[in-house]
């Protein structure tokens, strides 16, 4: 109908290699490959990433701007006071806790994320798993160290960011990962892999960067973060 058309195809170019290992599914791979090269035929592109942006423009699309999700608004780091009360209603008190928000969903990557649980609770027995999203009689329930409250309205998952040490992003594809941006807003540091878009971002001073499937090298910057905190936190102190 020669309509204006706006596509925001959310397909950050590392897409594709994410499908490794899935047997029949990945034949979608195939998809993801062929679906962008439409881009020529819309009249713009919006990008989450420079790399998405990049790709589209390689392709041809005719206009391509790069707009990354927003959050409503930005709030400090809350206080400690706040903090307390937030923790408590998890039943914390000053364990390690790393937050992770994600509904079930093979690409979330939960499985990877007990890993690093694993490994954290050998070097800090008491470090909890804070899992936003899978049901509370779900089997990821069951793994000692885990706290998982179900899917929570804003307000608590509100509470669950004020609550952390650190966001965990453990997932094995993630065009660019909204949870980011809301831990950003609340200067909660967010551990990524390299399997998710704006890790490039992070890396560039705003949280740490692993290897995804090296449940050891994310233990390792999940526990720098912690220290770091802790050491900041008695210097205000003082």
């Not at 660019?176 to 390299?194: D, G, K």
Request: glycine residues 6%; contains cysteine; aromatic residues 6%.
């Amino acid at each position: 109908r020669r309509l204006p058309l706006v596509w925001t195809p959310v397909i950050h170019p590392s897409r594709p290699q994410s499908w490794e290992g899935t047997g029949l599914l990945r034949v979608m791979e195939v998809f993801d490959r062929l679906a962008p090269r439409v881009a020529p035929l819309v009249g713009g592109v919006i990008a989450s990433t420079d790399a998405e942006a990049e790709h589209f423009r390689h392709l041809g699309a005719r206009r391509v701007e790069l707009i990354p999700p927003a959050v409503d608004k930005t709030v400090t780091r809350a206080s400690a006071h706040a903090r307390v009360s937030a923790r408590a209603e998890f039943g914390l008190t000053d364990e390690p806790t790393v937050l992770v928000v994600a509904r079930p969903a093979r690409r979330k990557g939960h499985p990877f994320a007990l890993d690093v649980l694993r490994v954290l609770r050998k070097r800090m027995p008491a470090t909890r798993l804070l899992l936003l999203g899978p049901q509370p009689d779900s089997e990821l329930a069951r793994e000692p160290g885990t706290i998982v409250p179900g899917w929570c309205e804003p307000e608590r998952v509100s509470a669950a960011f004020d609550a952390a040490d650190a966001l965990l992003v453990p997932s094995s594809y993630e065009c660019f990962c909204r949870t980011i941006i809301e831990a950003w807003s609340r200067e909660l540091p967010p551990v990524v892999t390299y399997r998710v878009g704006s890790a490039p971002m992070v890396a560039n001073g705003a949280g740490m960067v692993a290897p995804y499937g090296d449940a050891m090298a994310v233990a390792k910057a999940l526990q720098a973060i912690r220290s770091e905190e802790r050491r900041v936190g008695k210097e205000c102190r003082s």
